[in-house]
């Protein structure tokens, strides 16, 4: 019954919406100018400073940050060691020896933290041979050996692209991107054009499309795949998903499940690639296929970062209802306050439903610390430690 009258209130909401809607303009949907060049964040402060001021204190803005006040005290003060394990001594796409001062950027700062250092041989940076667990407070083995720009810039920066690429030796040779981090341009798209003109026109807004496609704009880098269109600059498959062409980049809008279909496994997304297969490599045991999830249906996250390929299992999502953003909104908005995930339940349903619940922490990101699952399975499984269990972190220079 409760469920019953959870949903009742939200296709009471959803109609609601519907009639407002029809009875207002209809909002304009912009589409950023193929001209348009990139801006950098701090060009929307101009006007929209209270959205840059939240966005300045999210998570997004922080994915790589450089060491100086980013770096977590806890592996400053153990870097040589915790008493179990050595802390990182090597950069992993050459193997030569370096130390914390040859550190650049860090990338993360809630769960865990990895280290960058240059890599002379490809004019890249490459990650050190260690991962730090903010909940063990011990270093763990790291082993990509892939180059940070080739690997995992598409989505730890804004307006990525690849520039020069061997396709003899299959290896990305340049890569650019205009922003370090997650920033306005990364979902709003390149902001030259809005910035000249103030119209909403020439600014593609999330809010202003359908709700599947809002949450695709999350899920182009929330997720997991295999690419063999485009190669690291060690010459592997990479895990990130640069635009089809050499020179351009994703724009917020872009429907990326029909990119290179051939050449790129997108598992949970792809007709030919469901959430049960056994995969190999990267996406080796990427879901939950046990007993439960057979009964279930529903193939719970079992790593990190794939939280897209768990929401489009979910009702929510299949029935149109909510978006990935009706729950997080990255930055605040002009008279709206920052939403809070964990309280957005009560919108739709009763007290008995909450994240804790219906979000167990089922995806490893390090040593016995799990993120949440997004599927909202009716009959979820018990989750892990998480990050909601850890402290504020502590960062070096504080």
Known sequence: MARHRGMVKCLAYA????????????????????????VGSAACQLCHDRQYVSWRKSWHSK????????????????WAGDGTSPGPTIGNATGKAFALEDVQYVVGLRWK????VPNDQTGNLQFMNMQFNRASNKWETYAQKNDWNTQCATCHTTGYRITAYDEQAGKTVKS???EMSVGCEACHGPGSAHVASKSKADIFNPADVDVM?????????????????????????RDDFPAPRLGE????????TQWYPHEVIIPGVQAGDPFDKEYAGDLKDLFKTDEHAKATGVFEEAKHHQQYQGFIQSAHYKTGVISCITCHTPHAGSGKTQKVARETCGSCHDASYSMDKYMPNTGLTAGNLFVRSHTFNKAPRPGGQGAGSLG???????
């Open 392 to 398: 504020p972190p502590n960062y070096y220079g504080d």
């Open 113 to 116: 933290q990895l280290y960058l």
């Open 63 to 78: 994915i790589v940050r450089p060491k100086t006040g980013s770096i977590l005290r806890e592996a400053v003060d153990k």
């Open 213 to 237: 496609a809002q949450s695709k704009v999350c899920g182009y880098c929330h997720l997991r795949l295999e690419n063999e269109r485009w190669k690291t600059a060690q010459g592997n498959p």
């Open 176 to 178: 650019e991107f205009a």
């Open 15 to 38: 109609l609601v919406f519907l009639v407002s809607g029809c009875a207002t303009s209809a909002p304009v949907v912009g589409r950023v100018p193929d001209d348009a060049k990139f």
């Open 249 to 256: 980049t994703y724009r917020p809008g872009d429907d990326w």
